[in-house]
């Protein structure tokens, strides 16, 4: 089965860059989403398909899909973007939805 | 604005029987594909079962194959599912979700989720 490798933590002060990975074999031949959970909170889609996003979703969360690595990407950090990221793809071969373990953002 | 809202998760038994409901609105509900995920406290999301907008076809993850069986009521805009045979492993947050109708399977909208505690 397909595994989304994420890594459990990412910590990073106010106004700098958050980057956020999602890895498995050449990961670049699907299309990659990343949701946003805040505690308590339902998931929302902030990109889809690597780097579309939503309406309503600022500018400053984007996505990108190279070799074997997805990475959502935060420019200026606020302290509302503290959350649980968890990115997702449908895996063809096995026609199954696959969703990463997440990554807990904190910001400092 | 898209609303979901589930209800009918509680304490249950191994081996017992829940029937989870999820009340859609603000969108023509008999016109989208429909999913439940769920999440066990702690861990990453697990899709669990689709249907399609008429209710013709149905999908489960092999982890509930055989226990679970989704439905819909498009007269009253409801998803439903049946968790029958419950584990302990069963035990999780089940969110109602909404397919964005991309051939690339993504979720864009959640609802807030109903826990369900399987424990002896």
């Known amino acids: 089965s397909y595994v989304l490798s994420q890594p459990p933590s990412l910590s990073v002060a106010p106004g700098q860059t958050a980057r956020i990975t999602c890895g498995a074999d050449n990961i670049e031949n699907k299309r990659v989403h990343w949701y946003q959970q805040k505690p308590g909170q339902a998931p929302v889609l902030v990109v889809h398909e690597d780097s579309d996003r939503p309406s309503g979703i600022p500018e400053r969360f984007s996505g990108s899909n190279v070799g074997n690595t997805a990475t959502l990407t935060i420019s200026g950090v606020e302290a509302g973007d503290e959350a649980d990221y968890f990115c997702?793809?449908?895996?063809?071969?096995?026609?199954?939805?696959?969703f990463g373990g997440g990554t807990k953002l904190t910001v400092l | 604005e898209v609303q979901l809202v589930e209800s009918g998760g509680g304490p249950v038994q191994p081996g017992g029987s829940l029937r989870l409901s999820c009340a859609a609105s603000g969108f023509t509900f008999s016109t989208y594909w429909m999913h439940w995920v769920r999440q066990a406290p702690g861990k990453g999301p697990e899709w669990v079962s689709l249907i399609d907008s008429d209710g013709s076809k149905t999908d489960y993850a092999d982890s509930v194959k055989g226990r679970f069986t989704i439905s819909r009521d498009n007269a009253k805009n409801t998803l439903y599912l049946q968790l029958n045979s419950l584990r302990l492993e069963d035990t999780a947050m089940y969110h109602c979700?909404?397919?964005?109708?991309?051939?690339?399977?993504?979720?864009?909208?959640w609802g807030q989720g109903t826990l369900v505690t399987v424990s002896s």
């Open positions: 997702q793809l449908w895996a063809s071969n096995t026609d199954r939805v696959v």
């Open positions: 979700v909404r397919d964005s109708r991309s051939s690339w399977y993504y979720f864009d909208f």
